[in-house]
């Protein structure tokens, strides 16, 4: 008998009682003999993920070349070559192919997400076969198998538990909860969330502390990391805002350009005495002088640019549209554990009798005040809280190591906290524990929740310590430690009224009892522990949150992005980080269950209105990021587990943990953070906005200049006059200014109100009115401004080629006056910091003038572009035409902010 693979992937195993799973699945506690096993490896296949389908690289390389803007650069370059232009033909043909290998490149880096979570399985199982336990490659497990596992080991498939003694399992990479979990052999009701089927034992977990054993009931893909990796695979990758914009502007500018090209040649044709082939030629070359060929090569510039400001911020960005991307973002939804968070327990709250303390300190670092009443005292004045730290101390079995600087716990993150904790009491631990010889143990142990230590000291005393769960220890207690040291009777009305005090603050619960003994007594035995400790104290414990990570979600909620917590903690302890890191509404919590019970629709409305999300599984936090883009707004998703994964991918941007985060979580992600630091988010959410701010920048320097460039052949063809420009002229203007002038603002720093401007619309458009006046003003005033000096020109009875040297360069020196006018398009261009520009600016300004020398005062250049020498107050009235269209457009600025401001 079999059970089948549909049955084994959606059994509730969780609600079985071990006998039903034994039944259900028709195995033993002696497991299946090797003919069984066989069978069922044959029928359920081996105990690993599937591969996800690739295309092959061909296709992803060419799929590259699949894009609107491609296409008319390729035409351009085709063009260019029937033009015999060659350089124009190799540098247009080298931009297409280097954006093809980039992005084959980072798309081929993107599908290793699935080979991470493949290396998650154990490579090896412990099994018991024909009731003997042997040895097997993970693989090779099946549905039945009787699996053994124990501290250290990492579970090798989804196991239904039959017997744990002391079994607790850091499931961090499922749920996200930072604390072992401890397993038990009882059914769960069947609503439970992952984190809370404590029966049950998943693949690729980490087993911390104890022993067990357990049924097969789900091996591969059926398992839970299974689902995630499936999740994963199905999971639709969003294109940045910047793509869809840039393809939408690309439609627009090629429908624009081929319309133009078309009315200008059947016009020309139809009333102007040029005949059809010198049109069609022309008219090819002024659309190939309007497609701004060199702007993709320059916007990839400045995201490169963009990148590496955010490797010196310690983000690491994978795939460069991302970090624009991060410039729009609204929500920003973030896990707990890691992010928000250290990952490392913390004792916050420390309670004796008649005093509730405050402890404070940053991760298991052995220093912290400790607070009464929001006043610091000293330890030495309360003598109960060194019998505490004693107990934590020595009935404790980790160990604090400090590395770099930094403390890191060797062993149970609990019982690191607590040796930290004793630490701040004033206690040397290792002085105590090597005082206090440890002669006897009690292991913790779910079924009844305690450990217990037997330990003598060098002056003939002998005393038991105890630390557990504090409503199992006050069964065990018939009285407790008084603040003046003496043994009085149990209050217990005072106990559970501070346990509830601090479970209401999301923190976890500890207590410690003692029992002095007389120093004969070498054997513990938990007879002789009921109902005779003496209570001494509780602590809370809590995962703290990050102090930067305060200022941090600040600075967010200055800048108008809202800050979501969705983490598999419990609710209480996600609502008490909350309210700490100054989340809008931290009142407010929903559940695992609770999405359970919305439609999307229910959902997409109440996902705005809650900031904080527990209890949630991968499809939880899927859905939920899925909802909040329905609102059309951009968010970022942060985590560092392979629960994390499929959201992270889905998300706008997945930022990844770098140092905790597992490498299925990194590789779904487009950013990494390098230092684990939220904090390290808003630097990159700052750089995004001047990336894009930057990119804005180029593209409304480049239309405009290009158009304006246009203009001038395109007036001259209209109305049958001579070009005040030539063909080979307006090529040189292309070269030398577009591979200066744009890349200098891909250079530009970030703009003193970046962080104060709420974010841009998901859906604003890169061809928005403002930009489109602006494209037809500053190309009006190019056209009056090249004309103007021709006329100018000709009338004083200059050549004809000196009147085309004094264009050209106008037209230059217009270009230089609009790019200081561009680098500030969010306030006024007249400041002194403004004019100063940067070094790059001035090294572009200082290139272009020895260039445009060159070409009017060099005899060889000038036989080349046709160009003659200018007079020195010609080149005053040159540099003049330029200052007046910087006022000119600076003060039309002006205007349209103030009267933006007036109306809002």
């Given at each position: 008998m079999k059970v089948s693979s549909s049955k084994s992937s959606v059994t509730a195993w969780h609600t079985l009682s071990v006998d039903s799973s034994f039944e259900t699945l028709n195995t033993s506690s002696a497991g299946l003999d090797s003919q069984e096993a066989g069978e069922r490896l044959l029928h359920y296949g081996k105990n690993s993920l599937p591969t996800a389908r690739k295309r092959s690289a061909v296709i992803r390389f060419l799929s590259h070349f699949h894009n609107i803007l491609i296409y008319v650069l390729l035409g351009s370059a085709v063009v260019t070559a029937a033009l015999a232009h060659w350089i124009d033909t190799g540098v247009i043909l080298a931009v297409v192919m280097a954006n093809a290998i980039i992005g084959f490149i980072q798309e081929g880096k993107a599908e290793s997400a699935m080979g991470a979570i493949q290396q998650m399985l154990a490579p090896v199982?412990?099994?018991?076969?024909?009731?003997?336990?042997?040895?097997?490659?993970?693989?090779?497990?099946?549905?039945?198998?009787?699996?053994?596992?124990?501290?250290?080991?990492?579970?090798?498939?989804?196991?239904?538990?039959?017997?744990?003694?002391?079994?607790?399992?850091?499931?961090?990479?499922?749920?996200?909860?930072?604390?072992?979990?401890?397993?038990?052999?009882?059914?769960?009701?069947?609503?439970?969330?992952?984190?809370?089927?404590?029966?049950?034992?998943?693949?690729?977990?980490?087993?911390?502390?104890?022993?067990?054993?357990?049924?097969?009931?789900?091996?591969?893909?059926?398992?839970?990391?299974?689902?995630?990796?499936?999740?994963?695979?199905?999971?639709?990758?969003?294109?940045?805002?910047?793509?869809?914009?840039?393809?939408?502007?690309?439609?627009?500018?090629?429908?624009?350009?081929?319309?133009?090209?078309?009315?200008?040649?059947?016009?020309?044709?139809?009333?102007?005495?040029?005949?059809?082939?010198?049109?069609?030629?022309?008219?090819?070359?002024?659309?190939?002088?309007?497609?701004?060929?060199?702007?993709?090569?320059?916007?990839?510039?400045?995201?490169?640019?963009?990148?590496?400001?955010?490797?010196?911020?310690?983000?690491?960005?994978?795939?460069?549209?991302?970090?624009?991307?991060?410039?729009?973002?609204?929500?920003?939804?973030?896990?707990?554990?890691?992010?928000?968070?250290?990952?490392?327990?913390?004792?916050?709250?420390?309670?004796?009798?008649?005093?509730?303390?405050?402890?404070?300190?940053?991760?298991?670092?052995?220093?912290?005040?400790?607070?009464?009443?929001?006043?610091?005292?000293?330890?030495?004045?309360?003598?109960?809280?060194?019998?505490?730290?004693?107990?934590?101390?020595?009935?404790?079995?980790?160990?604090?190591?400090?590395?770099?600087?930094?403390?890191?716990?060797?062993?149970?993150?609990?019982?690191?906290?607590?040796?930290?904790?004793?630490?701040?009491?004033?206690?040397?631990?290792?002085?105590?524990?090597?005082?206090?010889?440890?002669?006897?143990?009690?292991?913790?142990?779910?079924?009844?929740?305690?450990?217990?230590?037997?330990?003598?000291?060098?002056?003939?005393?002998?005393?038991?310590?105890?630390?557990?769960?504090?409503?199992?220890?006050?069964?065990?207690?018939?009285?407790?430690?008084?603040?003046?040291?003496?043994?009085?009777?149990?209050?217990?009305?005072?106990?559970?009224?501070?346990?509830?005090?601090?479970?209401?603050?999301?923190?976890?619960?500890?207590?410690?009892?003692?029992?002095?003994?007389?120093?004969?007594?070498?054997?513990?035995?938990?007879?002789?522990?009921?109902?005779?400790?003496?209570?001494?104290?509780?602590?809370?414990?809590?995962?703290?949150?990050?102090?930067?990570?305060?200022?941090?979600?600040?600075?967010?909620?200055?800048?108008g992005i809202r800050v979501k917590m969705i983490t598999g903690d419990h609710a209480e302890t996600a609502a008490a980080i909350g309210k700490q890191i100054g989340l809008k509404n931290p009142n407010k919590v929903l559940t695992g269950l609770d999405i359970d019970g919305m439609d999307e629709q229910q959902l997409k409305a109440q996902v705005l209105e809650c900031d904080i999300f527990a209890r949630t599984s991968p499809e939880h936090k899927l859905r939920l990021v899925t909802a909040i883009q329905a609102h059309d707004l951009t968010v970022a998703m942060t985590g560092d587990g392979v629960n994390d994964a499929p959201a992270l991918k889905r998300a706008d941007a997945g930022i990844a943990m770098g140092l905790k985060g597992s490498e299925a979580a990194k590789e779904a992600a487009e950013l990494v953070l390098a230092d684990d630091n939220f904090a390290t988010i808003v630097s990159a959410v700052r750089e995004g906005r001047t990336v894009y701010d930057n990119l804005k920048k180029i593209i409304s320097w480049t239309l405009p200049t290009n158009a304006g460039e246009a203009m001038t052949i395109i007036v001259a063809l209209l109305f049958g006059m001579t070009l005040p420009i030539t063909p080979v002229q307006i090529l040189w203007v292309n070269l030398i200014t577009a591979v200066t002038l744009g890349i200098a603002l891909a250079f530009e720093p970030t703009e003193e109100n970046t962080m104060r401007r709420p974010p841009r619309s998901r859906n604003e458009s890169l061809l928005s009115a403002e930009l489109l006046w602006h494209i037809v003003l500053v190309s009006l005033l190019f056209l009056a401004g090249v004309y103007g000096i021709y006329d100018y020109a000709i009338s004083q009875g200059y050549s004809v080629e000196l009147a085309r040297t004094l264009a050209v360069n106008t037209l230059v020196v217009m270009e230089i006056f609009h790019l200081f006018f561009i680098r500030n398009i969010h306030g006024t261009s007249i400041t002194w910091k403004a004019i100063c520009g940067t070094k790059v600016i001035w090294r572009v300004v200082f290139v272009i003038s020895c260039a445009q020398f060159a070409i009017t005062y060099h005899p060889w250049l000038q036989a080349i572009f046709g160009t003659e020498s200018i007079a020195f107050w010609d080149g005053i009235l040159v540099v003049g035409i330029g200052v007046m269209l910087f006022v000119a457009i600076e003060v039309e600025k002006q205007l349209r902010l103030f009267v933006g401001r007036v109306r809002a």
């Open positions: 199982a412990h099994v018991i076969r024909g009731a003997e336990r042997v040895s097997i490659e993970g693989e090779e497990l099946v549905p039945g198998d009787i699996v053994l596992i124990e501290a250290g080991d990492k579970v090798p498939a989804d196991l239904r538990l039959f017997d744990a003694h002391g079994l607790s399992i850091q499931e961090s990479i499922l749920t996200g909860e930072s604390v072992a979990v401890e397993k038990l052999t009882s059914s769960v009701d069947e609503q439970a969330a992952l984190g809370d089927r404590s029966c049950m034992a998943f693949s690729g977990t980490l087993v911390a502390s104890g022993q067990g054993k357990g049924i097969v009931v789900a091996t591969g893909g059926n398992t839970e990391i299974g689902r995630i990796s499936s999740l994963l695979s199905e999971v639709e990758t969003l294109t940045t805002p910047l793509i869809r914009q840039m393809n939408v502007f690309a439609k627009w500018l090629t429908l624009i350009i081929l319309v133009l090209a078309s009315l200008l040649l059947v016009f020309g044709y139809l009333f102007t005495p040029h005949d059809l082939a010198v049109m069609f030629m022309s008219v090819v070359g002024l659309s190939v002088a309007a497609i701004p060929e060199g702007l993709p090569a320059v916007l990839t510039i400045t995201l490169a640019i963009g990148v590496q400001a955010m490797a010196r911020r310690r983000a690491i960005v994978r795939r460069l549209p991302a970090i624009e991307t991060l410039g729009s973002v609204s929500v920003i939804c973030s896990d707990k554990t890691g992010t928000l968070t250290r990952n490392e327990m913390m004792v916050a709250s420390v309670v004796t009798y008649q005093h509730a303390f405050t402890l404070e300190g940053e991760g298991y670092n052995p220093e912290g005040d400790l607070k009464l009443n929001e006043r610091s005292i000293s330890p030495t004045e309360h003598s109960v809280l060194e019998e505490m730290a004693r107990a934590a101390a020595l009935c404790n079995d980790a160990s604090l190591v400090e590395k770099s600087g930094v403390w890191h716990s060797e062993g149970d993150p609990m019982e690191g906290a607590l040796l930290s904790f004793a630490g701040k009491m004033n206690l040397d631990v290792r002085l105590e524990q090597s005082v206090w010889k440890r002669s006897d143990a009690i292991p913790f142990d779910a079924r009844h929740r305690f450990m217990a230590t037997l330990s003598h000291d060098h002056q003939h005393h002998a005393c038991i310590f105890v630390k557990g769960a504090p409503e199992r220890l006050l069964e065990m207690c018939g009285s407790q430690r008084s603040t003046d040291g003496k043994v009085e009777p149990l209050d217990m009305a005072y106990w559970q009224q501070q346990m509830l005090t601090i479970a209401a603050k999301g923190q976890r619960l500890l207590a410690f009892a003692v029992k002095p003994v007389n120093t004969d007594y070498t054997v513990l035995e938990q007879d002789d522990l009921n109902e005779s400790l003496i209570m001494v104290g509780l602590v809370g414990m809590i995962d703290p949150p990050r102090t930067e990570a305060i200022s941090a979600v600040a600075e967010c909620h200055q800048a």
